[in-house]
């Protein structure tokens, strides 16, 4: 009896590297405050880098104040220790938080930088860092161009997703979306998953980036109002294109109206443009029949910007 009590080991016991396999499971309130508060020897595991591969603080992002979050952000990075495989934090202030995350991407697979107001130069000067990076979320980045894309996809060869969606209301008027369009199409050709929703694009951008990036299996391209697009063309065409996300407002049971007038339509109502970014940021979520009793809007407009 006593011989195979022995082959067990108590928790405390465990090797550091067996507990931090086991403790990466855990949310991240456990592994700053339980955790630590244990014992000694979970204390220790808690503060190596295999707790710290994958980085979730999305949530902590809408909930801290930017200079808390620069904190915890350089905090965790630090400990991974060069082992950081997946990133997920909104709302970076500066660029120094992403050059510093770029310093610590040797082993990093996915980044999600959504809502983050870092500038194109610094993603065009620290590119070459995230070469080992398959997975990338830059949506709602006002300040990258197409510059920065262009950048990302000659450095990122094994990129095989793009998250690159921003507001309606902020695509008006930019013209270089086209160019990022023509940069992804140019350099992207390993993708498999492309987001680009609510980009002022043409239908000719659309079907650049089909050709150019061959093994293109998703793609969504919600919001993109001057979009026209013949789906028996593209079965035939694309056959490797699984799941295409196209809205436009014919499809919701109303008229099509053209990017410039729905643009100024939406302009011309200000409380109106108040409740779409609520909407679009997921902080207003009401049935339809309550909107609609709301904001004197035609439904299949309502129908439109709830669905994006």
């Known amino acids: ?23 990466c ?45 620069d904190r915890m952000l350089r905090m965790l990075v630090t400990r991974s220790c060069g ?11 500066n660029d120094s938080n992403f050059s510093f995350i770029t ?18 130069s610094i993603v065009e000067e620290t590119a070459q860092r995230l070469s080992t990076i398959t997975f990338l979320d830059l949506s709602h980045c006002p300040k990258i161009g197409a510059k920065a894309i262009e ?3 000659k450095h990122c060869k094994f990129l095989v997703t793009l998250c690159r969606s921003i507001h309606f209301l902020d695509s008006a008027g930019k013209v270089e979306l086209e160019d990022e369009a023509n940069a992804i199409a140019a350099t992207m050709p390993r993708l498999k998953h492309l987001e680009l929703r609510c980009h002022f694009i043409s ?12 093994h293109l299996e998703h793609l ?3 919001g993109c109002l001057e979009v026209e697009l013949d789906h028996q063309f593209l079965k035939d065409k694309f056959p490797k294109l699984k799941n295409l996300l196209e809205l ?8 099509y109206i053209g990017y410039h007038e729905f643009i100024d339509w939406i302009y011309g109502f200000s409380y109106l443009r108040m409740w779409v970014e609520c909407w679009l940021n997921g902080e207003i979520k009401l049935p339809l029949s309550v909107i609609e009793c709301a904001i004197p809007c035609p439904s299949y407009v309502l129908q439109f910007l709830l669905s994006l």
């Open 1 to 23: 009896m006593e011989e195979e009590q022995s082959e067990f080991r108590h928790w405390d016991e465990l090797l550091p590297d067996v507990l931090g396999l086991i403790f």
């Open 25 to 69: 499971y855990l949310s991240l309130k456990e592994l700053l405050k339980v955790i630590p508060c244990v014992c000694k020897s979970w204390s220790k595991a808690v503060m190596g880098p295999l707790c710290w591969q994958y980085i979730d603080l999305f949530q902590w992002s809408i909930r801290w104040q930017p200079h808390q979050l």
């Open 83 to 93: 082992s950081l495989r997946s990133l997920h934090v909104a709302g970076l202030q």
């Open 103 to 120: 310093e610590n991407a040797g082993s990093l697979r996915v980044l999600r930088l959504p809502r983050s107001e870092i500038s194109g």
């Open 151 to 153: 950048a990302i996809g």
């Open 203 to 214: 239908t000719e951008c659309v079907l650049k980036i089909l050709y150019g990036c061959p």
């Open 220 to 222: 969504d391209i919600k």
């Open 248 to 255: 436009r407002l014919r499809n919701v049971g109303g008229p």
